[in-house]
């Protein structure tokens, strides 16, 4: 299998990054991965202490409202109803409850219909979809479609909810939400019109994530604090991408140097554009191989390497950036890197596979 690729860093040290909740190498290749990256780092999902999503593990009620619930950015309302009940199984003995207290005040649920909500019940796909419609404001639409749940899967499946998503059954898993909710950050939001006769809604251009305040920037990220493609590193908490420097709040972002990407920027308090999210476009994976692998018939244009005791080899295409020390360097990769003072191991980026 040839290797097309894009990106050779040569790392002379080790370099320790401060890291919330590491994915595992298995879950790393998990197909909602990097939409769990994305969510993680808008603050939406969080992290196992194990270091994983549980991408495959279901989900129940409660904690899907809870997700949602941060997903519309509404946490800091939670206290507003804290001291309200509006269903008979959901007490303040339940960690979430005022998580469901407010989801259900704004309308996104409505539980069982007999005072339950079942708060420890899995989830279900399309129970998790009307709970995502009604939020974006589209309930209306879905009622007169059909209802639950017909009306409500009809109305997920124009809106975009279900783009990629795959595989899933009755019961939604982690991974089946987290899919849910990214495709519903770039959905266009219904306006909400509140008046003596109740709320009504509009149709609107802007999408859950302007709403929210972001604004989506594309391209390659060139710097960070610890790596530059540019000569230069950002300053530290900063971030280069198409040639335009942000703050960040990425806890690993040297770990998207080199790839093209879409980014997402917020303004913060002190009015200054904050880097907070990113997502790798398509076939863009990455690979390790220690220098002490490297096998010496490498050449600058193809890499040999020693893995799992056979000789392995990648095509580095003529125009590949190589990073030594943190910096873009004009060394010509070839079996010296192997030998060379401090060298510990070479990450390559792969643009193509064929």
């Known amino acids: 299998m040839k290797r097309i690729i894009s990106i050779i860093t040569l790392l002379a040290v080790v370099l320790t990054f401060g890291v919330v909740a590491p994915a595992s190498a298995t879950e790393s290749g998990h197909k909602y991965y990097a939409e769990a990256e ?86 279900t796909v399309a ?11 589209y309930s209306q639409t879905a009622e007169l479609s059909g209802g639950f749940p017909s009306g409500y899967v009809a109305v997920g499946g124009d809106i975009g909810l279900y783009d990629g998503l795959t595989g899933y059954g009755e019961n939604a898993t982690r991974g089946d939400v987290i899919k849910l909710m990214y495709n519903a950050l770039e959905t266009e939001v219904m306006g909400a019109n509140y008046g003596p006769n109740g709320t009504s809604y509009t149709e609107s251009e802007t999408t859950l994530l302007e709403k929210l305040g972001y604004t989506k920037v594309e391209g390659i990220i060139t710097a960070s604090y610890g790596t530059s493609l540019e000569g230069s590193l950002a300053n530290e908490g900063k971030i280069s991408i198409g040639g335009v420097t942000y703050g960040t709040t990425l806890a690993e972002p040297d770990k998207y140097i080199g790839y093209n990407v879409e980014a997402y920027v917020k303004e913060n308090d002190a009015k200054d554009m904050v880097l907070t999210a990113v997502v790798p476009k398509p076939n863009q994976d990455k690979m390790t191989v220690k220098a002490e692998d490297i096998d010496p018939a490498t050449t600058p244009l193809k890499l040999y390497y020693y893995e799992s005791n056979k000789t392995r080899n990648v095509d580095i295409e003529r125009d590949a950036y190589i990073i030594y020390n943190g910096i873009m360097s004009i060394y010509i990769f070839n079996s010296t890197a192997q030998n060379r003072v401090g060298c510990y191991e070479i990450t390559v980026k792969i643009v193509n596979r064929s």
């Open 127 to 137: 129970q998790a979809v009307k709970m995502i419609v009604s939020a974006l404001g």
């Open 38 to 123: 994305f969510l993680n780092e808008l603050g939406i999902v969080e992290g196992y202490e194990d270091g994983t999503y549980r991408l495959d593990n279901s989900i129940t009620r409660m904690e899907f409202t809870a997700l949602l619930v941060r997903m519309m950015d509404m946490e800091n309302l939670i206290e507003t109803y804290a001291n309200y009940v509006y269903f008979t199984d959901v007490t303040e003995k339940e960690w979430g409850y005022k998580y469901v207290n407010l989801a259900n005040q704004m309308g996104f649920i409505e539980g069982y219909g007999d005072g339950l909500f079942g708060p420890n019940d899995n989830v």
